[in-house]
């Protein structure tokens, strides 16, 4: 009787580990759901972390009980290897050679985003000082007067778009290098855009392409009870439908965004040939229509360079890399890193060291 019992155990747990691995690799490409046609089932990729969890723990389980079991959840990652990279890459650290050029990305959030300190535009502006880089993009940039004035110091040339329908959002780049001209990319949307910037880098004109692509939409109000619901502290029933709130939220604004990153995968293509650097904030995570459209043909220099999730998005129980930098073939990115040692902005900047390569 007892081995029977063991033998039911073991074929169910089997079961549910076959299950689940199912399960996390039709999430791992959730990003080829086009979010205008089944705008829920785009945002699948949200959570590709939690059925790692599940698949770690049947490994743990397997391991503890009956060690040739394992081979499912194993099995489970190398399939998943692809998303598993996307998500979560590990890159040793490499030498730079000489020549690199810094670039970094930042949504600053108009220099006033955490109410904890009352000099966060000096914090921001100390920083990307501090931080050398030869080429600067900003979202949300609203600078005032005396940022401008303290910016200025810092670069020798420097731009800002106003984006949106409404004009409510700026662009910005800050550069050692020449700026040549500026076109917008164009798409709907009331405050959200992207701007490409011809740079004359060394003699050679590069686009730098800075994104600020659609918000999720979702209210301060959403987010405190997005944070309560991950605590624990709301009930079972409201549970079930503020996370439908939720749900319908971010589908809706998946299904807005996914224009813009076709959008700006087009004007990518149609400057194919063309030394291209892309960044920006896509607001959606690494398992998403947007961030895979936009990189078709690019180089994700934080997957290919860089080393764990990459959190680049710091507030209200949304802790995931919606910030990117990419780069056409013309370069070699290294030791691309999110770096959330300043908490000024809800975002935190990501930065990258890339390398002009001689053309054959």
Same mark, same amino acid.
């Given at each position: 009787?007892?081995?029977?019992?063991?033998?039911?155990?073991?074929?169910?747990?089997?079961?549910?580990?076959?299950?689940?691995?199912? =399960?996390?690799?039709?999430?791992?490409?959730?990003?080829?759901?086009?979010?205008?046609?089944?705008?829920?089932?785009?945002?699948?990729?949200?959570?590709?972390?939690?059925?790692?969890?599940?698949?770690?723990?049947?490994?743990?389980?397997?391991?503890?009980?009956?060690?040739? +079991?394992?081979?499912?959840?194993?099995?489970?990652?190398?399939?998943?290897?692809?998303? =598993?990279?996307?998500?979560?890459?590990?890159?040793?650290? $490499? @030498?730079?050679?000489?020549?690199?050029?810094?670039?970094?990305?930042?949504?600053?959030?108009?220099?006033?985003?955490?109410?904890?300190?009352?000099?966060?535009?000096? +914090?921001?502006?100390?920083?990307?000082?501090?931080?050398?880089?030869?080429?600067?993009?900003?979202?949300?940039?609203?600078?005032?007067?005396? =940022?401008?004035?303290? +910016?200025?110091?810092?670069?020798?040339?420097?731009?800002?778009?106003?984006?949106?329908?409404?004009?409510?959002?700026?662009?910005?780049?800050?550069?050692?290098? &020449?700026?040549? #001209?500026? $076109?917008?990319?164009?798409?709907?949307?009331?405050?959200?855009? #992207?701007?490409?910037?011809?740079? @004359?880098?060394?003699?050679?004109?590069?686009?730098?392409?800075?994104?600020?692509?659609?918000?999720?939409?979702?209210?301060?109000? @959403?987010?405190? +009870?997005?944070?309560?619901?991950?605590?624990?502290?709301?009930?079972?029933?409201?549970?079930? $439908?503020?996370?439908?709130?939720?749900?319908?939220?971010?589908?809706?604004?998946?299904?807005?965004?996914?224009?813009?990153?076709?959008?700006?995968?087009?004007?990518?293509?149609?400057?194919?040939?063309?030394?291209?650097?892309?960044?920006?904030?896509?607001?959606?995570?690494?398992? #998403?229509?947007?961030?895979?459209?936009?990189?078709?043909?690019?180089?994700?220099?934080?997957?290919?360079?860089?080393?764990?999730?990459?959190?680049?998005?710091?507030?209200?129980?949304?802790?995931?890399?919606?910030?990117?930098?990419?780069?056409?073939?013309?370069?070699?990115?290294?030791?691309?890193?999110?770096?959330?040692?300043?908490?000024?902005?809800?975002?935190? &900047?990501?930065?990258?060291?890339?390398?002009?390569? @001689?053309?054959?």
């Amino acid at each position: 009787m007892a081995n029977m019992l063991k033998t039911i155990t073991i074929r169910m747990m089997a079961g549910a580990n076959v299950a689940t691995v199912i =399960i996390m690799l039709m999430v791992g490409f959730a990003d080829y759901i086009n979010p205008v046609s089944h705008p829920l089932l785009s945002c699948l990729g949200m959570t590709f972390p939690a059925l790692l969890i599940v698949n770690m723990a049947f490994l743990f389980f397997w391991l503890t009980f009956k060690k040739r +079991m394992a081979l499912i959840p194993v099995a489970g990652y190398v399939l998943a290897y692809v998303p =598993i990279r996307i998500y979560m890459p590990v890159n040793l650290p $490499e @030498d730079m050679p000489d020549g690199v050029i810094k670039v970094l990305s930042y949504n600053v959030q108009a220099y006033n985003g955490n109410s904890r300190y009352d000099d966060t535009s000096d +914090m921001i502006v100390d920083y990307i000082r501090d931080s050398e880089a030869d080429i600067v993009c900003l979202q949300e940039d609203m600078t005032r007067a005396y =940022i401008l004035q303290r +910016m200025d110091s810092l670069y020798d040339h420097r731009d800002t778009v106003h984006v949106g329908t409404r004009n409510m959002n700026v662009l910005g780049i800050y550069s050692r290098y &020449p700026i040549l #001209s500026k $076109e917008r990319i164009g798409y709907a949307s009331e405050g959200n855009g #992207s701007v490409a910037f011809f740079l @004359d880098v060394d003699g050679d004109t590069v686009i730098v392409i800075n994104n600020h692509l659609e918000t999720t939409h979702l209210s301060l109000d @959403d987010r405190r +009870m997005y944070k309560s619901m991950l605590k624990g502290d709301v009930r079972q029933d409201t549970v079930r $439908e503020e996370s439908k709130k939720l749900i319908n939220r971010l589908g809706e604004s998946a299904a807005i965004r996914a224009p813009q990153a076709d959008a700006v995968r087009k004007y990518i293509a149609d400057h194919a040939g063309r030394p291209i650097i892309l960044c920006g904030d896509f607001n959606d995570n690494p398992i #998403s229509y947007a961030r895979r459209t936009v990189a078709k043909g690019l180089t994700d220099c934080y997957v290919a360079t860089g080393r764990g999730v990459g959190v680049s998005y710091n507030q209200s129980g949304f802790y995931v890399r919606i910030d990117n930098l990419m780069c056409s073939g013309d370069f070699k990115p290294y030791n691309c890193k999110v770096d959330n040692k300043i908490d000024a902005s809800d975002h935190y &900047p990501i930065y990258c060291w890339l390398k002009k390569q @001689d053309k054959p």
